[in-house]
């Protein structure tokens, strides 16, 4: 049985300029075939599905409106067996929270939400192109804790250009000052395909390394005393609310991926559906494959992935599991990037921020 079901649902309300998610702008009508297509890819896998996680990512699953979520939850609810269910998580962005929306979702099982706030700096929120002001997010959060949910999320981004390390503490420490649950700090990246990656190759934007290193550092030292433990490099957490659909990835646990562009890994294959909505939902209706890539996994990829991300989470890798690449750890031991700590290889600090390159000795 998959324990793990990730569903992408591809639509934004506005196409920020960093983002490289497969995503699009909502029509109704494609909507509307799009949940149809999604529901029967759920019939598809119900007897091979028994989901103690459920992720709902994107684009921004938020951006439905309160009748397509009724469809969608009901079709989910009907066709799943969702009574071993520990964690249904639904990504929002703070400009399409509503009390109705919340109160639905709460009312329906989810029972943890992410909210992609990036940064509580005005400033900082328009050169990230986003939508939501800080108040906005203020209000969100509030409509979503006085909905019920007790197990929040919010995404930060540090290393914008023109995000002063000033500017980073104060986002950090207005997030305390919220408690939510579980804190993600992502360093911006430059994808293909983006705005920002233009802009880069054009010499219009210019990343500070330095000032992104001392950014990563805060995090940590403002985070750690305020009870957030940071349990993957990028994710921090309340004891006992690390994300487990997530953690179940790092893990190297089978998943299934509903929806355009979303990635499968299940016993020897891995997947991706098709990266286009309407193609997607015309292939899925008329009950042919949405599948546009697919390749065997095999045990050696599937153990050197599993190191790979065991390394990222800080709790590192045993000696045992790591036996394979000893050389190269020694060899990183000695450039002071990882360190061994009863009998776990582990990241130091420069390690943390050279975390990649240490990724690669796995490759
Ligand atoms: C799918 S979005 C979250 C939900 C919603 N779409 C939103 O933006 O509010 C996932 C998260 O990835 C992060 N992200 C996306 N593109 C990124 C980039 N280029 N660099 C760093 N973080 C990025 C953002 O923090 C974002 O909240
Ligand atoms: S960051 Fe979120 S809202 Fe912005 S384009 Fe990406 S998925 Fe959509």
Not at 12 to 31: D, L, T, W
Not at 195 to 212: A, I, N, S, V
Not at 263 to 286: A, D, H
Not at 292 to 300: H, K, P, R, W
């Amino acid at each position: 049985m998959i324990e793990h079901l990730y569903i992408h649902i591809p639509f934004c309300p506005n196409i920020c300029p960093y983002c490289a998610f497969y995503k699009e702008s909502a029509g109704r009508e494609r909507v509307e075939k799009f949940l149809e297509a999604l529901l029967k890819e759920a019939d598809h896998w119900s007897d091979r599905l028994r989901p103690r996680t459920v992720f709902f990512g994107g684009g921004t699953p938020s951006a439905l409106s309160v009748p397509q979520f009724e469809k969608l939850l009901s079709g989910l609810q009907s066709r799943l067996d969702l009574s071993g269910l520990e964690e249904w998580t639904i990504e929002m962005n703070p400009a399409t929270v509503s009390s109705e929306k919340a109160d639905l979702l709460r009312n329906s099982g989810i029972n943890r939400i992410s909210m992609g706030v990036q940064s509580w700096d005005n400033e900082v929120l328009k050169a990230l192109g986003r939508t939501h002001d800080a108040k906005k997010a203020l209000e969100s959060f509030d409509i979503l804790r006085a909905a019920g949910f007790d197990n929040l999320s919010i995404d930060l981004i540090f290393g914008v250009p023109g995000q002063s390390l000033d500017s980073w503490r104060e986002s950090l420490e207005q997030s305390i000052l919220m408690s939510p649950e579980h804190l993600s700090a992502y360093g911006l990246t430059y994808e293909e395909d983006t705005d920002f990656f233009q802009k880069l190759g054009r010499g219009e934007m210019t990343p500070d390394e330095g000032l992104e290193a001392d950014q990563f550092e805060l995090t940590r030292e403002l985070l750690a005393p305020s009870g957030y433990r940071q349990y993957e490099l990028s994710n921090y957490a309340y004891e006992g609310r690390e994300s487990l659909h997530n953690s179940a990835y790092w893990s190297g646990a089978d998943y299934l991926g509903l929806g355009p562009s979303a990635f499968s890994t299940v016993g020897s294959l891995r997947w991706r559906n098709i990266r286009e909505t309407g193609i997607y939902s015309e292939s899925t209706l008329q009950g042919r494959t949405g599948v546009d890539f697919e390749e065997e996994v095999t045990n050696a990829m599937k153990f050197s992935e599993r190191a790979a991300f065991g390394m990222r989470t800080l709790r590192g890798i045993s000696l045992e599991d790591a036996a394979a690449w000893e050389g190269p750890l020694r060899e990183a031991q000695h450039h002071g990037l990882v360190n061994l700590s009863e009998d776990r290889w582990i990241l130091t600090r420069k390690g943390r921020l050279l975390a990649d390159n240490v990724a690669e000795i796995f490759v």
